[in-house]
């Protein structure tokens, strides 16, 4: 029997961006008043507008948070429909009154992403027993047809709207691959029941979490990041405690830098400009 | 028999933020004696207010700390009761004028954490004679009483006062993950094992030093930041270097950053400024 | 028999240098119209000058790309024939008035590099079977007369056009010299057939990429620098997520950053510098 | 019979911080002559003060160093009775006018520290043979009652005077704790053993380098840090490459970064302030 | 028979600094074209006098090179008699008018080494049979007279001159020591045999590039520096790849950072102040 592909089948979706700065408070506070609402006018307005999206589909959208700690004051989130749109969101954010208080710190370029693990098994294999060969014309378009069936009725999942919950928790992360202990030499079935025990645990915290992986294989220095939404952020320590004993976590998981914020949504915005989470105070 | 997790149940208490900063001596001189008076008002008012905590629960604490070294000049520890509030509270720092001087080194997000392992070693155990299942409601429901149980009795240490000792030593820290050795995949007993002498040792230096760990798996980038208090800093070199020898840290504890700081009262803060540790300068 | 050499016969082309760098958009806005307008074109027409190459041979070519994230804004990117006229394209974009505004980020030096690993062991066998010894003058010039035949073979590959793709993906990688997985203590045949099985894949998205593989031994930080230009930036992610599993990635590769640019036409850098990323905005 | 400790007794001495500062010569360059002796001055005058120490015990000293390369121009080497003291110390050279050109790079934090390695197994033993159990309040008088007439025997080596030699090198270091070598997991026996050897070659080179080993555990970013002080530089050259084939440093032994500084006397540093590293420039 | 040392017998000559500056070519540009001149005129006159060297023994030399990348604009390369020597000229380089423009990046300090591992070898192996031990004076009297005379046959390769190639490569590396593979723990006949294949490659090269090897331990933060000259860089390339495949540096080498310059003559740096390579710009 030939050998099955390595890989698995992912479907992609929404071009996604994160952009963490630092605000210069001190440069900020030199300006006027006037200067100051102008400021806040000017990028309330070009949030607005990304916020809604442009075009039919909606799909390109984005979000601001406060952050936590050093590592960053604010996180831009923009989703796209493709890596010029959201360059051309960069540029336009840098042409803002805005942008002189803002200090690049971090930033993140992924697609959102589905891996079919069990789908590419089964596709694999009932295209394997028809006696077709990996890479031949009717071995791609059996994957086409299943990506492309995959794809529409994963849709919402593919271009998903930013969940609007309170707290968002961002970090990216690696499969190992140790000279001892590696995910890529690790056979398909094995890799898929470990995904699927790992999946298990995600869908208990379903309710409480929103999840939203993006891969980024080729396009930034780690090869998956993971967007948790919620509103009571204790919920992304349980669970990202429950699934480190994992074996796919314990074993495989490789973490960077976490960046924890909360939402500002658009009038939000020029009261933390202000000092303010919000505008009661009341947290 | 059933598989029992391998999580040990957690309890959460107050969120806690480190912002460790440099302080512009240089910018600081360059203010009138009159200007640098209103800063050092503005400040000990505001720390003032934070040490008093709001609200009825106390829960809200703030403390200041001269750090040693070139890691950071000042050390604001923040204990609050969300994650919102915390970042109230940086908000609230950063507009005040004594921002101006401070450059943000460091920070750590984490939340004050009690690790259940003989509790929940038993409280699994018991579940399972009983035939439940891990993730059955019926069992859900058996942890979540212990959880409560245990909250209550524990609400000192989950929330507790910021001690009054002199001298702080703060470092984050992992759990090893390595190709041959890995905490995550020890069985919950032999954590359990090793945890239990890790305990007797801390335990022996009970009366010398105060110990506050914290979790940060999910909201930082390190998995658990670790206080201690002690009128004698030698005592931090003790504890840590007889913990080193404990199987659990000599093999499975990575660690992070060390920061050492020496307590500053609301007012010692107005003479730090003026270059002075002490009033009686009796150090 | 003797042993064989066990390093692969390369050709070398090309020198090429990527410089990234962060926008200062800032100070760019403090210029007055007329002065943007002359930096325009004074760097517009160094382009236009670098991009159509000097004398004969077309040899020197350069591109500019607009860079999504934190890593930088802009990619010029050099081919030269030599390091020092790589070296002189630096100073005389230093020299620029553009350079006010380029804060150096990364930079990455390398040539272009052809590993000829199926010709270097038939070239060796054939060699050591009539008897001639390595490092011997005959031996030397049998290696010699191989290189120069591919070398005039292979000219169009080795002095290469810059693809005029829309997007570039970059990134340098090491072949992993692990104490248990070790790329240069493998045999040459056990390599050969491991680069055999990789380009297999890099076969199939030959429609969709183009590839340029430079070699930085000795010149950079990591070994060899790849250059992927393609219209649709999911092949990146497709064809190295694909590769990741080929037994040379999945134990020996090691990877550095990537950096995802969009193609700037020499008309195209002046829209940019109005915040435009093209004259259509149609992205 | 019981198991006996894993870690030494350890005795300690004088804290110890080293800074490591860049000087910012083109804002020296733009002061008036008449500003820059002012400055001198002030430093010297502070410098002989912390020369010599204060109180009775001499405990207090500090020297400066000017440090080759790029990881700074001067070192500040403070040994004083306590860390509390140590920031005084920092407070009140931030307090300076030579502050403005000190641009802070590096620092250290320990105590002079004295192992104990052949003391403590006897002690260990002794106790043990009496029947106490480690821990009890016989056993720890046992051990206090070593530690206080060794502290007394080794007063001069605990709270040393800072040698006089020309050159210094310092860096700090861990011991290992690796998956498969890890000297916490050693037994006390073979620790001495090795640290025994290791010791033997120090002492051949006894006559021509001093070393005054630091503990940091608990205090900065590694677990030891060595100062060697001697008139010829080579002799650190030579001492630590020996060493390197020891079974504890070629095992065990992690090294962070090496400083190598000049000692400025009191008035070596005016005339450093004016480009010279000494009076008669004969080097 | 006695254990023999396990170190081999090391000559050293030059103390070597490497200085890597970027240069800050938009405040160089505000200079008016008189003040540049006295700029150029002041470090070409002072690059002359370190050119020539000082005093009898001609071992004080300097060169600069321009460097391609980020990672600096200008190497300064220094040899002199003494570590005092080159802190020095750091000294003197700082009060120069081009200070201004020099933002430091990187360094290395080390000192010209030999390794004398076949001389080791039957110098250990004599004195062990004349029932000499090492340590014992007579034995050190036995090294000391091996150093002396092989002292005096490689002065010249002591205290070369720089070598007046057009291209430079500077590399700082270790030899491992990892948990599993150890150079330090191998014995002295394996390193011995090793280090000989090693240099048989580089014999074959001897035509092409000039090698000047550096120890650093005790110094700088590698092991050693290694610095190349060629006239055409290709060959550090070749050169180093083969090496690669060599046991000793396939196993246990660590390599750090690659610098490649271009030399500049005196008279070349004005020119290079002016944005140009050479004077012909023929390049």
Same mark, same amino acid.
């Given at each position: 029997m030939p050998e099955l592909p390595s890989a698995p089948i992912t479907l992609e979706g929404s071009s996604v961006l994160h952009q963490? &700065?630092?605000?210069d408070w001190e440069a900020w506070k030199q300006r006027s008043n006037e200067e100051k609402r102008e400021v806040e006018e000017e990028v309330v307005s070009l949030l607005a507008k990304w916020e809604k999206g442009t075009g039919d589909s909606a799909k390109n959208q984005s979000a601001v948070f406060s952050l936590i700690g050093h590592k960053g004051d604010l996180l831009f989130l923009h989703?796209?429909?493709?890596?010029s749109g959201l360059n051309q969101i960069e540029l336009e954010l840098a042409q803002t009154r805005l942008n002189a208080f803002l200090i690049p710190q971090h930033s993140y370029l992924s697609v959102?992403?589905?891996?079919? &693990?069990?789908?590419?098994?089964?596709t694999y294999a009932a295209l394997a027993e028809k006696g077709l060969t990996q890479g031949s014309p009717e071995w791609d378009a059996g994957v086409q047809e299943l990506v492309q069936r995959q794809s529409s009725a994963m849709a919402q999942r593919l271009f998903p709207s930013i969940p609007a919950a309170k707290y968002i928790c961002f970090y990216p992360m690696d499969r190992r691959r140790g000279e001892a202990r590696n995910w890529y030499t690790e056979t398909m079935a094995e890799r898929q029941r470990m995904m699927h025990e790992h999946g298990m645990i995600g869908r208990r915290y379903a309710g409480s979490v929103r999840q939203i992986i993006t891969g980024s294989i080729g396009f930034d220095d780690w090869e998956w990041g993971v967007d948790l939404f919620a509103e009571d952020p204790l919920v992304f320590k349980k669970l990202i405690y429950e699934m480190r004993f994992d074996e796919v976590s314990a074993v495989y998981a490789l973490f960077g830098q976490f960046f924890i914020g909360i939402r500002l949504q658009t009038g939000d915005l020029a009261l933390w400009l202000r000092g303010k989470l919000t505008s009661s105070n009341s947290i």
């Open positions: 963490m &700065y630092r605000f989703f796209n429909d493709s890596f959102v992403e589905l891996g079919l &693990y069990e789908s590419s098994a089964k």
